[in-house]
């Protein structure tokens, strides 16, 4: 029974990570920033989770767990922020907000 | 059982294609729950079957639940005439159910062949990550847990509804 190689794992979580960079700067719907923000997240545990099974040690699987804790946090208050953004300018569009004072 | 991780890698990057290229924001949800659920069969075949359970449970579960209640709370009023006259269209859904047909496959397939997957060198189980979680990376919990009652007190304060801004501007 043959290992997946670490190689593998984290080439899979750059695609990931890149799927998601190209997202957040290509998309200028608020929602879909915050998805792709998601996307790079998910990414990134999957090449915590994917050293810690090379290495055999449960250090990934806790990262992963402080960056679960983290994304929660981080969409709750992104989304108080995007209805926020709605109730004022009622559109969803990123470039809509681009002045300091409306 | 290495066919599963590759089997699923491929499903994950299709699906995330489609969550960055999608129009529609319940439809790239959609794809993105089933990118989810890819990312949590690959967690289980590197042998971390407790993030898995919690990749399903709280990112396709609870995470996503909540951006889809503000993508129905602001969708309602864009959309809401053209909603009324959409049914079940295929095309609305066929591409997420088989991307998840796929790795209800996976699924069935470990099912039915013998014993657990071991593509991993070992299995580290829940006992090991709460062991290491509340041992020596105890500050880490507490300082998510400040984390977690700032993020609560931020979403409360950002969707409490401001009186002086609706009666200057009704």
Redesign the interface.
Known sequence: ????PLN??LI?AT??FG??I??LL??R?V??M???I??ML?AAG?AF??A???W???????M???I??????????G??????L?H?LHT?DADAADLMKA | ??VI??IS?IV??IA??R??TCAH?VH??LY?IV??FS?AV??F????P??AA?EVI??AG??MV??LF??M??GHELEDARRQRVGFRPGDWIGPVLLAAILAGELFYVFWSSGPP?????V?GPR??G???FGP?LL?VEI?SF??L???V??YH??RRDED?EAQSP
């Open positions: 029974m043959t290992v997946i593998h794992v899979l695609i990931l799927l998601g190209v997202g290509v998309r719907n929602i879909f915050l998805v792709s998601e996307v998910n999957l989770v994917g810690g099974a090379h055999q040690s449960a250090d990934g699987q806790v992963f767990l402080f679960l804790t983290m994304a929660a946090a981080e969409v709750s208050v989304l108080a922020l995007v209805l926020r709605y004022q969803l | 059982m290495t991780f590759y890698a994950a990057i995330t294609l969550v960055i924001a790239a949800l993105f990118s989810l990312v690959i967690f075949t590197l042998g971390a407790f993030v919690l709280i990112y609870a995470i909540l951006f503000v993508v709370l602001l071991r593509a991993a060198a070992s580290i090991a990550v062991l290491s979680l990376y880490g998510a984390l977690l700032a993020g609560l931020g979403a950002l969707g801004a």
